[in-house]
Nanobody, 121 residues
Framework: QVQLVESGGGLVQAGGSLRLSCAAS????????MGWYRQRPGKQRELVAL???????SYGDSVKGRFTISRDNAKNTVYLQMNSPEPEDTAVYYC???????????????WGPGTQVTVSS
């Protein structure tokens, strides 16, 4: 079994900072891309940031220059540093990882349960 567990969500003031963490555990052979998605009230889930196994990153347009994604491969953990958050960043943030559980298995997407981030103005 593979589990992703997010932490670090909560209430933050606009212009402040917040760091989300997500640790993958269980039967893991390798992890390809890891990322953060969010779902704002009344909207579809959207990509926030993605980091590939080689370290290259991609960001949603609305967070470029404010959020930074990083990962610690030794800990199977991905982070999202949120600087200068805005009320529009209020959402449930979900961790995602593309994981191979054995050398011969296919890569499958796993999701965390989500963590609420609320940005006050």
């Amino acid at each position: 079994q593979v589990q992703l567990v997010e932490s670090g969500g909560g209430l933050v003031q606009a212009g402040g900072s917040l760091r989300l963490s997500c640790a993958a555990s269980g039967s893991i052979f390798s992890i390809n891309a890891m990322g953060w998605y969010r779902q704002r009230p009344g909207k579809q889930r959207e990509l926030v940031a993605l980091i590939r196994s080689g370290g290259t990153t991609s960001y949603g347009d609305s967070v470029k220059g404010r959020f930074t994604i990083s990962r610690d491969n030794a800990k199977n953990t991905v982070y999202l540093q949120m600087n200068s958050p805005e009320p529009e960043d209020t959402a449930v943030y979900y961790c995602n990882a593309a994981i191979r559980i054995t050398r011969y298995s296919t890569i499958r997407d796993y999701w965390g349960p989500g963590t609420q981030v609320t940005v006050s103005s």
